[in-house]
């Protein structure tokens, strides 16, 4: 019997689909059966990732009853199966989510693991991947926003029953104001699967004549290698994931660089005491700054 | 090209990002609010919970002929439970596949069928079908683990 993993985060435009796509190839490269469904119902893209965009029977098909899953199975890229979800709107309009799970279900013990690529929001259909899966793996990127809107999703995960395991996140460029992967741990009380980096080659997946994941075109770029960290992880294989810390190395040359860096503005209330802040904004008031209104400079319209 | 990026904005300390510790704060305070413990022996308290938890205003559970099994309605949920099994079977027997029947008045009222009970739940908005599924499943898990109800 396989494992569902729906990959959900909240927000979209944080890497959900381009995180399925690669890391459902990285665990079929490890041995394992691997099923991707795009649950995207109304926002379908994984089948443009992998290059699958006009397949004949969709999950549409399935959801209206009108096929059955097994026809809806096409070979993926890189070994995997893949359910593509369609591009219409019309039966995208027809189609009731909430049958998902039973989809689903029906076809659990012919794969080891099924990715849920779902949908952002906390909409209907986002709320049927979720319950059609036994884990949720949510993705984040490391600011506030992202993490607000990942924390609603695991909030309705829970709600439904679903089980969140873990944090993914992503679009990690390690600059200050970037929320530490422990603040995030705290803050969602999950532990941390990857930390994928910010990285060029996968905006440049997109950019090609055919379409295909980055691991199958670059394999050796930084973000593959952590999705590849991930796939161990949910293989069993022990993996620690680094979280970078300030080595005295790294100390002693930000003290060093710190000479050179530029002073930030000093706030005015720091430079000449809040009082005399107080009696400048007092004497602003004293000017004249906005022009006497009298019936000479006053122009009515009729 | 990358590496003599990165040496020159950490020279010139270009990198002038900040983590917001104030929105930060207010999203962690989000979760507290939104953790439920439904580990209770007592029905009654745990389908309070159950409302906080899917965000509904009344639960009432009821057998398909009317009879009550669990309510949070204002006395024992007897006229909830009798007009909500009557219209699910007026409505099942005219349309036999009836899943869900949804009533839309100032409120919503919402009723399923779930192994052979009917769920009737009150809520100031339409609950989906699966958000309704999990709160029949998770009182089902608990009716059928704590016969002592």
């Not at chain 1, 965009?53 to 070994?79: F, K, M, N, R, W």
Request: net charge positive; with cysteine; proline share 4%.
């Amino acid at each position: 019997m396989g494992t569902v993993y729906a990959l959900a985060s909240g927000k979209g435009g944080v890497g959900k689909t381009t995180i399925t796509a690669n890391l459902g190839i990285s665990l079929a490269q490890r041995g394992k059966k691997v099923l991707l469904v795009d649950a995207d119902i109304a926002m379908a893209n994984l089948s443009l990732l992998l290059g699958m965009h006009s397949s004949p029977i969709t999950l549409h098909d399935v959801l209206l009853g009108e096929s059955s899953l097994q026809d809806a199975i096409y070979d993926g890229p890189g070994g995997i199966f893949f359910v593509p979800s369609g591009l219409s709107f019309e039966s995208y309009r027809r189609v009731d989510s909430a049958r998902l799970a039973g989809v689903i279900a029906s076809v659990k013990d012919q794969f080891d693991y099924i990715l849920l690529d779902a949908p952002a929001g906390i909409e209907t259909n986002v709320m049927s991947a979720l319950s059609a899966s036994d884990n949720v793996l949510l993705i984040t990127m490391p600011v506030s926003p992202s993490i607000a809107d990942v924390l609603k999703t695991k909030i309705v995960a829970e709600r439904l029953g679903a089980k969140p395991i873990g944090i993914i996140v992503n679009f990690v460029r390690n600059e200050k104001g970037e929320v530490l992967p422990e603040d995030i741990m705290k803050m969602l009380e999950l532990p941390i699967y990857g930390l994928v980096p910010y990285d060029n080659d996968i905006r440049k997946s997109f950019m090609r004549e055919k379409i295909m994941p980055t691991i199958l075109f670059k394999p050796n770029s930084k973000a593959v290698a952590a999705i590849n960290i991930i796939a161990e992880k949910l293989t069993g294989v022990q993996t620690t994931i680094k979280i970078k810390k300030k080595g005295p190395i790294t100390r002693f040359l930000n003290k060093l660089f710190s000479i050179f860096k530029r002073k930030p503005k000093q706030p005015l209330e720091e430079k000449i005491g809040k009082k005399r802040v107080k009696e400048k904004i007092e004497e602003s008031f004293d000017e004249e700054v906005l022009p006497e209104i009298n019936e000479d400079n006053i122009e009515m319209e009729e | 090209m990358d590496l003599l990026k990165n040496f020159a904005s950490r020279v010139l300390g270009l990198d002038n990002t900040q983590v917001p510790q104030k929105q930060l704060n207010a999203v962690s305070e989000l979760l507290s609010k939104h953790t439920f413990n439904t580990n209770t022996t007592d029905l009654k308290r745990f389908l309070k919970i159950l409302k906080k938890k899917h965000l509904v205003d009344m639960i009432c559970i009821a057998g398909r002929n009317g009879s009550v099994i669990a309510s949070t309605a204002n006395g024992n949920g007897l006229k909830e439970a009798i007009t909500g099994t009557a219209m699910f079977n007026y409505i099942n027997s005219e349309i036999p596949k009836s899943e869900t029947v949804l009533v839309k008045s100032n409120e919503w009222y919402m009723l399923m069928p779930y192994k052979n009970k009917v769920f009737i739940v009150r809520a100031p908005a339409s609950l989906s079908t699966v958000e309704f599924n999990a709160l029949a499943k998770e009182v089902e898990d608990k009716l059928s683990k704590g016969k002592s109800f």
